[in-house]
Structure formats: C-alpha cells, structure tokens
C-alpha cells in the first residue's frame, strides 16, 4: 500500500469576480489625489488531480480561492490636461487576506470525501491604470491593476469598471 504524497497539477486561474468600494480625497495639488478601497475577488474554482507517492491518479481535489484586501493608494493625473476622459495612475500598499477551501477525495480505506480551508494574511502592493470621466453626479472608469503579495509570490491582474459619486 501506498500513501498520499498530495502531489496535484498547478492551473492558472480563471475568471472570476470582484466587489470594491473606494474613498477618494483630493489634494491641494489637482493631480494628486489618495485612495482608500476594500474588496472581494473570487478567484474562481478548480479542480486538480491528487496523486499517491507512485504516481496513481487517487481522484479530483476540488479548490476556490476568495481574497478579501484593504489598500491605500496615491492616485496621479496629468496636470493641465483638457479632456473629457482623464488618464490616470496609481501605486499603492495594502493587506490581503486569501481564503482557501479544498475538498479532498477519499483515500485507502477511508471512504469519506474531506474539506479543508485555511486564511492566510500578507501585506502587498499594486499599480494600475484607468480612465475616468464625468457623467452626471458621478465619475465613471475603467481600471487595469498589477497586485502582488505574499511569499511565493501571488500575482493577480483585476480588471475594475465601476461609478465614483462626486
């Protein structure tokens, strides 16, 4: 008999889904302002293939991943430009909490699937890009963002459209 070696084959992630909501305060300087944003990613569900120590496919490992982060961030503009739809960039620090929950197939003489779940918390950056513009009360944009964090380390690329109210 052979035991466990919980060996499984590394995926990338796919889509997922994120919810956000941002402070911004401008400063007395037009093209500087401070953002503050908390939020939720699910980074999407897979499924890898758990192996004992000789190689032998024991079954699927079913595993999600959610990230929950808090982060402060220096947003600048380009001064004197006169346009609708405004560029922007941002860099910043914060920390991210990710929750992860795996259930594990049944192994040997055990017949019962088990779960497992772990949170961890790590402090990272990110840098982004976005375009914003007015509409009405409020300012629309789209924004493209870099995060990095923890140990190994992990790397996401969210991808935000979203209302800031004036």
């Not at 990230?67 to 991210?96: D, E, K």
Request: proline share 5%; net charge positive; hydrophobic share 40%.
């Amino acid at each position: 008999m052979s035991s466990t070696a919980g060996q499984y084959a590394n995926h990338f992630y796919g889509t997922g889904g994120q919810l956000g909501v941002l402070s911004q305060v401008r400063t007395p300087l037009s093209w500087l302002s401070v953002r503050i944003d908390a939020g939720y990613q699910s980074l999407g569900g897979r499924t890898a293939w758990v192996t004992d120590a000789d190689g032998k496919t024991v079954g699927p490992m079913q595993r999600s991943d959610a990230m929950y982060s808090a982060a402060a961030s220096l947003v600048l503009r380009w001064p004197g430009l006169r346009t609708t739809v405004q560029p922007y960039a941002l860099a910043g620090g914060g920390s991210y909490w990710v929750r992860s929950s795996a259930s594990l197939p049944s192994i040997l003489l055990d017949p019962i699937d088990h779960s497992v779940s772990a949170t961890t918390r790590t402090n990272g950056f990110n840098v982004g890009a976005g375009l914003e513009a007015p509409y009405r009360r409020a300012i629309v944009f789209g924004e493209v963002r870099y995060q990095q964090f923890g140990q190994l380390p992990m790397r996401f690329v969210p991808v935000s459209v979203g209302v800031r109210l004036r």
